[in-house]
Each structure stands twice: as C-alpha cells, then as structure tokens.
C-alpha cells in the first residue's frame, strides 16, 4: 500500500514567494497532521484535521501559514509571504484514528524548504 | 500544555551493546507514549508504543518501560547493530487529543 505522499521533496524559494506544500494521507485514514522540523526547535505540531476538519490549528507560527484539506484525500499547507525562518522540513502524516483515539502516526518522507 | 523531555541527545554505543534513552512528561493525563526512529531524509517510523495501563512491552530486541508516579519512560535496546543507528523520538499523547508531544530526539550511533 502507498503511504503518506508529500510533494515537492524539495523547494528552494526566494523570500517573499509564496510556497504550497500537498499530501496526500493512507486512504482510509481519518486524521491528517501537519509538523515542521527544525534543529532548533525539533518536531512541532502546526495544525490537525480530522475527517477533513481543522481541529487545533493553534500551532500554526501566524497568519502567513495557513492549512486546507478540502476531501479526505488530499491537504495542503501554505506560506504566504514566504521568510528565511521558514526554512525546515515539513512532514505531514495521516492516523486511521478519530480525534480522542490516539495511536500511530503514519509520516510522510517530508518537504524540505528553504527560503532564500 | 504537555511537555516531554528527552536524554541524552547524542548516544554512541559499540555494536552488540545496549542503548537506554530516557523521557519525562509533565501532564498526568497523558496515556499513550510511542517511540519513533527516523532514518536520514525519512520521516520518523514507529518502532513500539505504550499505554498507561502498561508498565513495560518488548518487541525483540526493543522495550519500553513507563513509570507513571514520576512520569517518565525509557526505551531499551539490546544487542545494538549498525542499522539500529539513526535518530529516536519520544513522544507523549494525552487521551481524547490528538496533541501528540515529542521529545527532542537522541541522535544514536552504533559503531561496529
């Protein structure tokens, strides 16, 4: 079975532009996260959905990231403006889980961003 | 918030040898605590879990013990090999929330 498939791998961008990042979660699967990692600042939860509904976006650095998931198998996230300290891996993953029904977190092999 | 803290962050370990890494949490409603091991330019994979009405689970060569009164929990690797190298990730949930909390990972190297 496919896993979590994210697109692009790899995005170089110049400040100021604006970057989409697409997943596509395990079909089937109820919950979609989306995390950022840094060096600094390790894995953090930007923002989570279940069954296509933000739930918690409280994560989510400010008004420049913004997150959609408009059917059950696809997701995006979005910065507009794009910084230099956006720079990080982003990783999306999907659970089969309802909200309140924890368990594994199937992640994506993330995009790596850099903001020139 | 939870909070999860995690040691060491760097491990290195001769092959055939054992490898602890520790964490704490700080929210006693958290009941779900997996491990993940992330390999270069992969995402993170998880390897075993834990529940708090558990105090340990094996799987091979792979424990997890869980002390609930001093919130803290360990993963044990036995008899390490080189691929066991790679960097691990606690992580602490609390029930009815998808809020998962991670460590800041330990960076293990098994060196043959």
């Known amino acids: 079975d496919a896993g979590v498939i994210q697109s692009p791998r790899h995005e170089v961008t110049e400040m100021g532009q604006e970057v989409t990042l697409r997943c596509k979660p395990i079909?089937?699967?109820?919950?979609l996260f989306w995390y950022r990692q840094t060096m600094m600042r390790g894995l953090e939860l930007l923002i989570y959905f279940n069954n296509n509904v933000p739930i918690d976006d409280s994560g989510m650095p400010e008004d420049r990231f913004s997150a959609k998931m408009p059917n059950a198998s696809f997701s995006t996230l979005k910065i507009q403006p794009s910084e230099p300290r956006d720079s990080a891996v982003y990783f999306c993953a999907s659970s089969p889980g309802a909200s309140g029904h924890t368990g594994e977190l199937f992640f994506g092999e993330g995009s790596r961003l850099t903001v020139l | 918030g939870e909070n999860v803290e995690q040691h060491p962050s760097t491990l290195s370990v001769q092959e055939g040898d054992s490898a602890v890494i520790k964490c704490t949490y700080s929210d006693s409603a958290s009941n779900y605590f997996p491990w993940y091991k992330q390999e270069l330019g992969k995402g993170p994979q998880l390897i075993i879990d834990?529940?708090?009405?558990?105090g340990e689970k094996k799987d091979q060569r792979i424990a997890v013990t869980l002390n609930k009164t001093a919130k803290h929990f360990s993963l044990h690797i036995t008899e390490t090999q080189p691929e066991d190298s790679a960097v691990y990730f606690c992580?602490?949930?609390?029930?009815?929330?998808?809020?998962?909390?991670f460590g800041a990972g330990t960076r293990l190297t098994v060196k043959p």
């Open positions: 079909s089937g699967h109820n919950s």
């Open positions: 834990i529940r708090s009405n558990v």
């Open positions: 992580a602490a949930n609390p029930y009815n929330n998808n809020d998962m909390r």
